[in-house]
């Protein structure tokens, strides 16, 4: 799944060229409404366990990210644009702006409508430094991506262990019966037995077990995600 999922033209933010920028709010998540899905990070993972399932799927290199399934809609989320009520995922949160950690940059989407030089808060004072504005933009977005290297960290562990099998819910709905096997999940069973004495110490400290008993609780959420399918009769099988 690509980090760069919303955006259209992602070009790095320079303070020479970009001096009269300004950040206007978000009206609505429009820029989000194609999503039935979006990474999350392990610190995020009890926040999102009360509105979307967390799950588990492959990415293009074989490995496995974590994601908070939106919707069973194959090109959008039924949330609307303003996703009331519901977590909304950093990875949301963090748009038009995205951090390229490895060269220490900040992107942003040029096409946003959030960012123009008319109304708004200014990213750059006139000597060209970052405003308050810009310097908390930059450490939300320095925290979202620790908590997505940590999470690499954790996914890893669980692929060592061999604890990620595919999901064995199905959701029926009037005319079809839905399978989630393209989504993993980790097995609770083998969690517990599988992490010797010295592994759960770790996993405790690192944070690993509470992260991976929130993954556990918010399978339930799957109803969640059912309710807000559009005049669908549907039924967690």
């Not at 020479?16 to 899905?37: G, I, M, R, T, Y």
């Not at 109304?119 to 908590?147: C, M, P, Q, W, Y």
């Not at 969690?191 to 592994?199: A, G, I, M, N, R």
Request: net charge negative; proline share 5%; hydrophobic share 40%.
């Amino acid at each position: 799944m690509s980090s760069l999922l919303f955006y259209k033209k992602p070009i790095p933010l320079e303070k020479v060229k970009h001096v009269k920028l300004k950040l206007k709010q978000p009206q609505d998540l429009k820029f989000a409404e194609k999503a039935n899905s979006v990474p999350v990070a392990g610190t995020e993972f009890f926040a999102c366990s009360r509105s979307h399932p967390v799950m588990f799927v492959k990415n293009s290199d074989g490995g496995f990210v974590p994601i908070a399934l939106l919707s069973f809609v194959a090109d959008g989320n039924n949330l609307g644009d303003h996703w009331e009520g519901v977590y909304i995922p950093a990875f949301v949160r963090r748009y038009p702006f995205v951090l390229e950690a490895e060269k220490g940059i900040v992107l942003f989407d040029e096409e946003s409508p959030q960012l123009q030089e008319e109304e708004g808060e200014r990213l750059f004072n006139d000597e060209g430094e970052a405003t308050e504005t810009l310097s908390n933009i930059v450490k939300f977005l320095d925290h979202v991506d620790r908590g997505f290297r940590a999470t690499e960290s954790y996914v890893k562990a669980l692929v060592e262990k061999d604890l990620l099998h595919p999901c064995k819910n199905t959701i029926k709905f009037t005319d079809n019966t839905l399978k989630l096997d393209n989504l993993y999940v980790v097995d609770e069973k083998e969690f517990v037995e599988k992490l010797s004495d010295e592994e759960v110490v770790e996993w405790f400290k690192k944070g690993w077990i509470a992260w991976t008993y929130a993954h556990l609780n918010s399978v339930s959420s799957i109803t969640e995600v059912v309710k807000r399918l559009p005049k669908k009769e549907a039924e967690p099988a």
